[in-house]
């Protein structure tokens, strides 16, 4: 995820001017192996998303789909 936001506008204003215009989130979809396994998003992202006013979205998906 840093690298995917390390490639897009750091300057936080952008990024508000953009979330009063536009609904704005990232969304990833998490193929998992096992049942009830687990993945996790260290703080600093977390600080970057909200930083930014991004949505996090997550769609899980178990071996069985």
């Known amino acids: ?3 995917l936001l390390a490639k897009l506008p750091n300057d936080l204003s952008i990024w ?3 979330s009063v215009h536009y609904q704005c989130d990232v969304f990833c979809g998490l193929f998992m192996r096992e049942n009830n396994e687990g993945t996790e998003f260290k703080p600093h992202v ?3 998303l909200g930083d930014r006013g991004l949505r996090l979205g997550l ?3 178990d ?3």
């Open 16 to 18: 508000r001017q953009l």
């Open 63 to 65: 071996c069985a789909d």
């Open 46 to 48: 977390l600080l970057m």
């Open 59 to 61: 769609d899980v998906y």
């Open 1 to 3: 995820m840093v690298m």
